[in-house]
């Protein structure tokens, strides 16, 4: 029901563009999200933005460099990432909740559907 693409090797400084497809069920979800895994490490949050795209929020870590975005009218969540760094080397998912509220957004256990993953690697 989510399919990420856009995932690539890129070298520092460079930009990428991820995109998730979503069934017009999944993309109802209250709020869509990106988290990131990189080797040896636990999924963190990267973004997430409601259905409403009122607002979107963002990890200190990408904050300023990535962009969150979603076209409901083609069911497709964004993530423009700028200025990548060799630590944003990870493997990428995008998620669905519906039942997300604005404290556990963060939190991956808040998020019921999952992607199969693309992997960004940011070379040095």
């Known amino acids: 029901q989510l399919v990420e693409s856009g995932g690539g090797v890129v070298q520092t400084g460079d930009s990428l563009r991820l995109s998730c497809a979503a069934s017009?069920?999944?993309?109802?979800?209250?709020?869509m999200g990106w988290f990131r895994q990189a080797p040896g490490k636990e999924r963190e949050f990267v973004a997430a933005?409601?259905?409403?795209?009122?607002?979107?929020y963002y990890a200190d870590s990408v904050k300023g460099r990535f962009t969150i975005s979603r076209d409901n009218g083609q069911n497709t969540l964004y993530l423009q990432m700028n200025s990548l760094k060799p630590e944003d080397t990870a493997a990428y998912y995008c998620?669905?909740?519906?039942?997300?509220?604005?404290?556990?957004?963060?939190?991956?256990?808040?998020?019921?559907?999952w992607g199969q993953g693309t992997l960004v690697t940011v070379s040095s």
């Open positions: 017009e069920r999944t993309f109802s979800a209250r709020y």
């Open positions: 933005i409601p259905w409403s795209r009122s607002s979107t």
């Open positions: 998620a669905a909740s519906t039942s997300a509220i604005l404290s556990s957004i963060r939190s991956s256990n808040a998020y019921s559907y």
